[in-house]
């Protein structure tokens, strides 16, 4: 079977100390795929070295049948690969519909166009509705992104990733910083994005209990380097990651 995406022996360093170690990892197409690992194990630096944001070291990324490790993140981006980012990374002053309406001009073409003529464009308001909608925003379309409350802005980071229409979509912990009463909002609309539109997801996550509930595999990152992959049954079971990962050592984060 074709890998959606593949890093072959990917090394990325920091000022000489290594952040990934030669990393293997294939991804199938319609996969869901939950990144896990202590703080500092290279989890976002993954991300980060598929989305283009850091430069490898050594290794090679392969995405779609092309390799993509030498192009810029934009050029990434236009071959489907959309992110989310660790930090909710949205424009505070605009509205929750105009934060919407960016990436869904910027897909259809018409970049910022749509900002003079406010209103216009139907095919662009009827994206950011249907955005809206899908992810339980209508009644916030009008207002300020800064006065949303943290749940709602991962919410709506995610929604502004997905306007894109990406095939591959990388999210760095969506649930960070949410309240516990929250998170199962965000893995309900990550799992129903992912049954909806069949793209690949691999989201890094570290609730223990969204991951087994989300994640059809589980990577195990620690140190920079694949210390397991499987299944979240398969993975619990792990003799190595129960004593890096289960053992305490990542259970202190919260
Ligand atoms: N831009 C950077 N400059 C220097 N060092 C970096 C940079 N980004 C990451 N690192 C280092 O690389 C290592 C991996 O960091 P990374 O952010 O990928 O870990 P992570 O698994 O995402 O951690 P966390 O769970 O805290 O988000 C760490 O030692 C980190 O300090
Ligand atoms: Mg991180």
Redesign the pocket.
């Known amino acids: 079977m074709a890998a959606t995406l593949e890093l072959m022996e990917v090394s990325v360093t920091?000022?000489g100390?290594a952040?990934l170690s030669r990393v293997d990892l294939a991804i199938e197409e319609g996969e869901l795929l939950a990144l896990i690992?202590?703080?500092?194990?290279?989890?976002?630096?993954?991300l980060?070295a598929v989305s283009g944001q850091?430069r490898l070291a050594a290794g090679q990324i392969w995405y779609a049948g092309r390799r993509i490790d030498h192009l810029p993140a934009y050029q990434r981006s236009r071959l489907g690969i959309g992110r989310a980012f660790?930090q909710v990374n949205l424009f505070p002053g605009l509205s929750v519909a105009e934060n919407l309406r960016l990436p869904v001009a910027a897909r259809l073409g018409l970049g910022w166009r749509v900002w003079r003529e406010a209103g216009g464009y139907p095919e662009v308001n009827r994206a950011v509705d249907d955005l809206l909608r899908e992810f339980g925003l209508q009644d916030k379309a009008g207002v300020a992104v800064g006065s949303l409350a943290h749940g709602e802005k991962r919410v709506l980071d995610v929604a502004v990733a997905l306007a894109l229409r990406p095939r591959l979509l990388l999210l760095d912990?969506p649930t960070a910083g949410m309240a516990v009463e929250e998170v199962p909002r965000i893995a309900e609309l990550i799992r129903h994005v992912h049954e909806k539109t069949g793209i690949t997801v691999v989201v890094?996550e570290?609730r223990i209990d969204v991951v087994k509930a989300l994640a059809e595999r589980i990577v195990v990152?620690y140190d920079?380097r694949v210390l397991a992959a499987g299944t979240p049954a398969s993975i619990m079971a792990d003799k190595k990651v129960q004593e890096v990962y289960l053992g305490g050592l990542y259970a202190q984060r919260d």
């Open positions: 920091f000022g100390v952040a690992g202590p703080n500092g194990s290279g989890k976002t630096t993954l980060n850091v660790q912990e890094i570290h990152l920079g």
